[in-house]
């Protein structure tokens, strides 16, 4: 891995709880053990866990939790994305999250129909 891309892991990892970087050091915490420890499956429901942690994440669950079919347009979510964090590429963030959501089995996002919504057999 180039340097860059391991920062850019470090970072994710911290952010969802899993390590911290005393003096530069990077240290696994206790949610980072368990998820190095346990099947895929786990790893899942742990990592959707943690994703709920973030202000984002919460917010766009609570925003399509209130929504009648749970669901909004890509144009809808990337808008939100840009109120909620306006400093960062709304697009470039909306495929992060389609992509960490994916994987925590928290969103999930139809190509075709260009619709994001909420994973709601594990919510």
């Keep these: 891995m180039e340097f ?3 920062l850019t892991v470090i970072r994710a990892a911290e952010l969802l709880g899993l390590v911290h970087t005393p003096g530069g050091d990077v240290e696994v915490d206790q949610v980072g ?8 499956g786990d790893r899942k429901g742990i990592i959707h ?9 919460k917010t766009l669950s609570d925003f399509l939790k209130e929504k009648e ?3 909004a347009s890509r144009a809808e979510v990337v ?11 709304a697009e470039q963030t909306f495929t992060t999250l ?17 619709t994001f919504y909420l994973d709601l057999e594990t919510t």
């Design 4 to 6: 860059g891309d391991t």
């Design 33 to 40: 053990d368990q998820i190095g420890r346990a099947k895929i």
């Design 49 to 57: 866990d943690q994703l709920l942690k973030l202000p984002v994440f």
């Design 69 to 71: 079919d749970h669901r």
């Design 79 to 89: 808008e939100k994305l840009a109120e909620l964090i306006p400093n960062e590429n």
């Design 98 to 114: 389609v992509q960490w959501g994916r994987y925590a089995e928290l969103f999930g996002y139809n190509d075709d129909s260009e």
